[in-house]
């Protein structure tokens, strides 16, 4: 990558076991599914896919094991021009995940990190000259903590911190995300974690969390859309009423979105806009890693909000 330029994504590839069936098993209970996919996943690896999908110059930083499943986790970044040259192979299984889809299109996920758990500060630094000239890097949180905060503390552009699930990273390297993302549950559970004021609803966590010194704040809200501030009133952007066939993935590619959108120099209420579009576009397809339209604009009628 040129110097300040493209997206560094350090972060989880999986491959996904997409089960789909009618209804959620109760805890105990047996129930018989109807199909079993391998695709491609993981929380980075879906982002850095949708953020090339949509013209960004991606780098993805991370680890995969030594196993057939690698070669499947690594399919759709190959095809979608992300550089893998950051991505190592260590000895042992990749990453995968159990996803239970069913007819409503609500998803179960069981993540065995395999490789992931394996990325080290030294494998994450091993990649510094390319994290320091990303004009944005993405870290989600299936990394171990040190290394997702190794990242954050490299980047020397836009640091996106997208704490899906929240893990217990220092408080002073997670006050650089710009923005940080988050959904109504991580939001709530982080603005807990900060010590900060008791929220009574989504734009009040979203204030919060701002008060404890985020320059900005993003909160996904699936089909309601999502909320954002950086200082200002805290804006809502509604989603496209869509039918969704498969949730999974789908804030990883609002995640995706946004960060290509933001790499090239968007403002953040357009580049959530955006985001917003993508995500309700990504929900009408099965697995975590659809293709999308070439360029955001290019998204068909129907997600203009
Ligand atoms: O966010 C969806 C992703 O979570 C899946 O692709 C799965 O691999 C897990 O990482």
Redesign the pocket.
């Given at each position: 990558m040129d110097s300040m330029r493209g997206i560094a994504v350090v972060g989880?590839i999986?491959a996904?076991l997409l089960v789909t069936l009618e209804r959620h098993p109760q805890p105990g209970e047996t129930v018989l599914g109807r199909t079993m996919t391998v695709l491609p996943?993981?929380?980075g690896a879906?982002q850095a896919v949708a953020a090339a999908l949509l013209g960004a110059d991606v780098m993805m930083v991370g680890a995969v094991g030594t196993d057939s499943h690698a070669v499947t986790a690594l399919s759709a970044l190959d095809s979608a021009g992300v550089d893998l040259q950051a991505v190592q192979r260590i000895d042992g299984g990749t990453?995968v995940?159990i996803?239970e889809v069913s007819d409503d299109g609500e998803n179960t996920?069981v993540?065995l990190p395999g490789a992931n758990a394996a990325v080290t500060p030294a494998l994450v630094a091993a990649s510094e000259a390319a994290i320091r000239t990303a004009a944005v890097v993405v870290v989600q949180g299936?990394l171990p903590a040190d290394a997702t905060a190794e990242a954050v503390r490299l980047a020397s552009g836009r640091a996106i911190i997208n704490l899906?699930p929240v893990i217990a990273v220092d408080r002073e390297v997670l006050l650089r995300a710009d923005p940080l993302i988050v959904n109504e549950h991580e939001g709530a559970l982080l603005l807990t974690q900060l010590g900060g004021a008791e929220a009574g609803d989504h734009a009040a966590v979203v204030a919060g969390l701002l008060a404890c010194g985020f320059a900005s704040v993003v909160m996904t809200l699936g089909a309601a859309g999502a909320l954002l501030s950086d200082g200002g009133a805290v804006r809502a952007v509604p989603a496209p009423q869509v039918h969704a066939v498969d949730t999974?993935?789908a804030?990883?590619a609002f995640v995706g979105a946004l960060a290509a959108r933001l790499a090239t120099g968007g403002s953040l209420d357009d580049a959530v806009r955006v985001a917003v579009r993508v995500g309700s576009y990504a929900v009408q397809r099965p697995g975590?890693q659809p293709s999308y339209p070439t360029q955001a604009d290019e998204l068909p009628a129907g997600h203009e909000v």
């Open positions: 989880s999986n996904d996943g993981g929380k879906n990453g995940a996803v996920i993540v299936e899906a999974t993935g804030g990883d975590a």
